[in-house]
């Protein structure tokens, strides 16, 4: 419902559809097809972001990449996290420039973000 309503009364809109998640395991090759089939299924053409947990993106860079090259050029990913969430900052920073900034929004806490950015 949400999708057909976002389509019908937002249709220059970006959509951001995401999962409820903890910061156990990875994000699946499955979710991601799952969610591109949701998107294709509703024939949304409007550009797309999923936001992704950072502690788990960190664990899921083919994946990612996998789904943004399946996806097409108007979706892309917004990471967050949680203040608590213990999150592997090498292995994030190499997932942000694989994905690039140009697909990429960030919405982490300040401390996550100094640490990205430092190094």
Request: hydrophobic content about 40%.
């Amino acid at each position: 419902q949400f999708l057909k309503l976002c389509k019908a009364y937002f249709p220059s809109s970006t959509l951001s559809i995401g999962y409820t998640t903890t910061c156990t395991g990875k994000y699946t090759e499955t979710n991601f097809m799952q969610m591109l089939e949701l998107i294709q299924n509703h024939e949304i053409v409007q550009p797309v972001t999923l936001p992704l947990r950072a502690c788990l993106l960190a664990r899921s860079k083919t994946e990612v990449l996998q789904y943004l090259e399946k996806a097409g050029e108007n979706h892309s990913i917004t990471v967050w996290s949680g203040v608590a969430d213990q999150v592997d900052v090498d292995a994030l920073r190499d997932v942000l420039v694989a994905v690039g900034k140009n697909r990429l929004y960030l919405d982490v806490p300040k401390d996550l973000e100094e640490r990205l950015q430092s190094a």
